[in-house]
Nanobody
Protein backbone atom coordinates (compact mmCIF):
# COMPACT_ATOMS: atom_id res chain seq x y z
CA UNK A 1 0.00 0.00 0.00
CA UNK A 2 1.25 3.47 -0.89
CA UNK A 3 -0.16 6.73 0.42
CA UNK A 4 0.60 9.95 -1.42
CA UNK A 5 0.34 13.53 -0.17
CA UNK A 6 0.91 16.46 -2.52
CA UNK A 7 1.98 19.96 -1.55
CA UNK A 8 3.33 23.12 -3.14
CA UNK A 9 0.36 24.32 -5.12
CA UNK A 10 -0.77 27.91 -5.07
CA UNK A 11 -1.40 31.07 -7.04
CA UNK A 12 1.30 32.34 -9.37
CA UNK A 13 1.48 34.83 -12.20
CA UNK A 14 2.07 33.71 -15.76
CA UNK A 15 5.77 33.18 -16.36
CA UNK A 16 6.38 32.23 -12.76
CA UNK A 17 7.47 28.97 -11.18
CA UNK A 18 6.24 26.48 -8.62
CA UNK A 19 7.61 23.23 -7.28
CA UNK A 20 5.18 20.51 -6.35
CA UNK A 21 6.13 17.78 -3.91
CA UNK A 22 4.59 14.38 -3.34
CA UNK A 23 5.49 12.60 -0.13
CA UNK A 24 4.93 8.87 -0.18
CA UNK A 25 4.58 6.36 2.61
CA UNK A 26 5.35 2.70 2.24
CA UNK A 27 8.46 0.62 2.21
CA UNK A 28 8.33 -0.08 -1.51
CA UNK A 29 8.35 3.54 -2.73
CA UNK A 30 11.76 3.12 -4.29
CA UNK A 31 10.43 0.39 -6.56
CA UNK A 32 7.49 2.41 -7.87
CA UNK A 33 7.17 4.49 -10.99
CA UNK A 34 5.66 7.87 -10.20
CA UNK A 35 3.73 10.39 -12.18
CA UNK A 36 1.89 13.67 -12.18
CA UNK A 37 -1.50 14.19 -13.74
CA UNK A 38 -3.71 17.27 -13.79
CA UNK A 39 -7.37 18.03 -14.13
CA UNK A 40 -8.73 21.42 -15.13
CA UNK A 41 -12.35 22.40 -14.43
CA UNK A 42 -14.70 20.63 -16.83
CA UNK A 43 -11.92 18.54 -18.35
CA UNK A 44 -10.69 15.00 -17.96
CA UNK A 45 -7.63 14.14 -15.94
CA UNK A 46 -4.57 14.19 -18.19
CA UNK A 47 -1.01 12.93 -18.03
CA UNK A 48 1.70 15.48 -17.26
CA UNK A 49 4.89 13.60 -16.47
CA UNK A 50 6.28 10.28 -15.26
CA UNK A 51 9.51 8.93 -13.83
CA UNK A 52 10.74 5.36 -13.53
CA UNK A 53 11.49 3.67 -10.24
CA UNK A 54 15.19 4.58 -10.33
CA UNK A 55 14.76 7.97 -11.96
CA UNK A 56 16.51 6.83 -15.09
CA UNK A 57 13.59 7.41 -17.43
CA UNK A 58 11.33 10.42 -17.60
CA UNK A 59 8.45 11.30 -19.87
CA UNK A 60 6.48 14.50 -20.41
CA UNK A 61 3.32 15.59 -22.12
CA UNK A 62 4.06 17.75 -25.15
CA UNK A 63 2.27 20.66 -23.50
CA UNK A 64 4.82 20.85 -20.65
CA UNK A 65 7.99 19.59 -22.32
CA UNK A 66 10.87 21.99 -21.77
CA UNK A 67 9.07 23.78 -18.94
CA UNK A 68 8.45 21.07 -16.32
CA UNK A 69 10.98 18.73 -14.72
CA UNK A 70 10.14 15.62 -12.71
CA UNK A 71 12.57 14.15 -10.18
CA UNK A 72 12.50 11.42 -7.53
CA UNK A 73 14.34 11.17 -4.24
CA UNK A 74 14.09 7.60 -3.02
CA UNK A 75 15.91 8.41 0.20
CA UNK A 76 13.25 11.00 1.06
CA UNK A 77 10.32 9.05 -0.43
CA UNK A 78 9.42 12.13 -2.43
CA UNK A 79 8.78 13.00 -6.05
CA UNK A 80 8.93 16.56 -7.31
CA UNK A 81 7.57 18.50 -10.25
CA UNK A 82 9.42 21.72 -10.98
CA UNK A 83 7.18 23.93 -13.10
CA UNK A 84 8.69 26.93 -14.87
CA UNK A 85 7.31 29.43 -17.37
CA UNK A 86 3.82 28.72 -16.16
CA UNK A 87 0.86 29.60 -18.37
CA UNK A 88 -2.79 30.21 -17.50
CA UNK A 89 -3.64 26.94 -19.26
CA UNK A 90 -1.56 25.10 -16.66
CA UNK A 91 -4.23 25.93 -14.09
CA UNK A 92 -5.55 22.66 -12.67
CA UNK A 93 -5.57 20.35 -9.71
CA UNK A 94 -2.34 18.37 -9.88
CA UNK A 95 -2.37 14.76 -8.71
CA UNK A 96 0.53 12.53 -7.77
CA UNK A 97 0.31 8.93 -8.95
CA UNK A 98 2.22 5.73 -8.24
CA UNK A 99 2.31 2.29 -9.78
CA UNK A 100 4.68 -0.63 -9.80
CA UNK A 101 4.75 -0.42 -13.60
CA UNK A 102 5.95 2.59 -15.59
CA UNK A 103 3.69 1.61 -18.48
CA UNK A 104 0.67 1.86 -16.19
CA UNK A 105 1.52 5.45 -15.36
CA UNK A 106 2.14 6.25 -19.02
CA UNK A 107 -1.09 4.62 -20.14
CA UNK A 108 -3.20 7.28 -18.46
CA UNK A 109 -5.23 7.74 -15.30
CA UNK A 110 -7.28 4.56 -15.49
CA UNK A 111 -4.33 2.24 -15.09
CA UNK A 112 -2.73 3.82 -12.04
CA UNK A 113 -2.88 2.02 -8.71
CA UNK A 114 -2.38 4.86 -6.21
CA UNK A 115 -3.40 8.52 -6.14
CA UNK A 116 -2.93 11.52 -3.93
CA UNK A 117 -5.77 13.92 -3.21
CA UNK A 118 -4.33 16.70 -5.34
CA UNK A 119 -3.02 20.23 -4.99
CA UNK A 120 -4.43 23.25 -6.80
CA UNK A 121 -2.26 25.31 -9.11
CA UNK A 122 -3.69 28.59 -10.36
CA UNK A 123 -1.82 30.66 -12.92
CA UNK A 124 -3.08 34.19 -13.43
CA UNK A 125 -2.61 36.11 -16.67
Amino acid sequence: QVQLVESGGGLVQAGGSLRLSCAASGRTFSSYAMGWFRQAPGKEREFVSAISWNGGTTRYADSVKGRFTISKDNAENTVYLQMNSLKPEDTAVYYCAADSLMRSVLSGPHGVAYWGKGTLVTVSS
